[in-house]
């Protein structure tokens, strides 16, 4: 009979397993971009440049939920500023001579108004790709509605047109794509390395607490030098796995990497940081840590590769900042699509996330307040704090 029991678990597995691989893809399913930040540079001085950024803003005001939040800028320079430190998905750029040329339509020799639409690949490599068809539909839109109104004024008043003024006024306001800090073949890279590393992580924190788990110590000392030597293992497991996985990236995924040593060095802290957290929980909670370390990495895969403007608000405000993973991926893309910096903003939190982690391993010794010093009367303490009686141990 109490094998039949295993018929009604498997339901019940069928059941929580169900809602929480569906519960996991909530972030996916209602992901819509909303107020992503895009530049709005106009260095033209004429009415014609100022009136086409009335039409932009005008379109955006247009919907209820705007997907896009215009970030006006002074100059190109500023722009460009904004673009590399990640505060911009990409950004309209209208030029001096905007008015100028577009004054020329009225001339036997037109030319067509420019102007550059600035993507920032390296940001986030699927929202590079929302954004390029957004702002190019966009100019498209506005530029047949110039096009519809200049037609309609030279047959208005009956003005003949040759054949390149016919052409310059089918497209009168051209744009030019302009893709900054370029992902190329790297564009998968920072999401690629993710479940590779949180898994090695995992498994590794995992056997370092079994090292611990039944040992027994005859002091606070030995115990406190014990948990920092499992600290020690953990970053030099960090090292070498960090390496691993950037050597097999090479080979196995075809990665070409600007400087090898950075991406390797980085996912070492990024190895060694989440081993030390995992264990350093682990050693407090026990058997409870494994499931919420998995489901962590369930829930956090399909938040990565979304946009924190495009996420449910719930998530974006109590999910995404707490995800100690998103600190590796930010780090990644800073490494391979800008600066370039080993020492950038995520690594210095990946650094706090380890130093408090090995504090909070080595505090893992006073859990037990009933832990007693004079262990050759009272007995020893285990790895988890639990007192162990001398006789027990006598054969």
């Known amino acids: 009979m109490k094998e039949n029991k295993f018929f009604g678990i498997a339901f019940v597995a069928v059941l929580l397993l169900s809602f929480i691989f569906v519960a996991t893809q909530i972030p996916g399913a209602h992901s819509t971009p909303k107020d992503l930040p895009i530049g709005l540079v106009l260095e033209d001085e004429g009415n014609m440049g100022q009136t086409f950024v009335e039409m932009i803003q005008k379109n955006s005001q247009a919907t209820k939920e705007a997907p896009f939040k215009w970030v006006v800028l002074k100059n190109e320079q500023e722009m460009k500023e904004k673009l590399a430190n990640q505060e911009l998905y990409g950004a ?3 030029p001096k001579d905007f008015s100028e040329k577009y004054a020329s339509f009225q001339t036997p020799t037109p030319t067509s108004a420019m102007l550059k639409i600035y993507i920032n690949q390296g940001k986030n490599a699927n929202v590079a790709n929302i954004v390029t068809q957004a702002l190019s539909t ?3 839109k506005m ?9 309609a004024v030279t047959e208005k008043n009956n003005i003949p047109l040759s054949a390149k003024q016919a052409r310059t006024y089918s497209t009168p306001i051209q744009s030019e794509i302009v893709n900054v800090h370029e992902t190329g073949k790297l564009s998968n890279a920072p999401l690629s390395f993710f479940q ?5 992580s995992l498994i590794s924190a995992i056997l370092l607490w079994f090292t611990g788990r039944n040992r027994k110590f ?14 020690l293992i953990a970053m030099i497991i960090g090292l070498f796995g960090g390496y691993l996985l950037t050597w097999y990236s ?6 070409e990497f600007a400087d090898f040593n950075y991406v390797a060095l980085f996912l070492s802290l990024t190895c060694a940081t989440f081993i030390l957290l995992i264990l350093a929980i682990t050693t407090w909670i026990k058997y409870a840590a494994l499931p919420i370390f998995v489901l962590l990495m369930f829930f956090g895969l399909p938040l990565l590769q979304i946009a924190p403007e495009m996420l449910p608000s719930f998530y974006a405000n109590w999910i995404y900042p707490w995800l100690p993973f998103r600190f590796m991926f930010e780090g990644l893309k800073e490494i391979l699509f800008f600066s370039g910096e080993l020492w950038n903003t995520a690594a210095i939190s ?17 859990k037990r307040s009933s832990y007693k010093e004079d262990t050759s009367s009272k007995g020893r303490t285990s790895g988890d704090g639990e007192e162990v009686s001398v006789q027990s ?3």
């Open 92 to 94: 309209i750029y209208i």
């Open 138 to 140: 966009m100019v498209e």
């Open 143 to 151: 530029n047949d509605n110039v096009s519809v109104q200049l037609f």
């Open 196 to 200: 590779p590393i949180w898994m090695s």
């Open 218 to 231: 005859n002091s606070v000392l030995e115990q406190l030098k014990f948990r920092g030597f499992q600290a």
């Open 250 to 255: 090479t080979w196995m995924l075809d990665y």
């Open 350 to 366: 990946l650094c706090w996330i380890a130093v408090v982690s090995i504090v909070v391993l080595l505090l893992s010794v006073i």
């Open 393 to 395: 141990l006598e054969i």
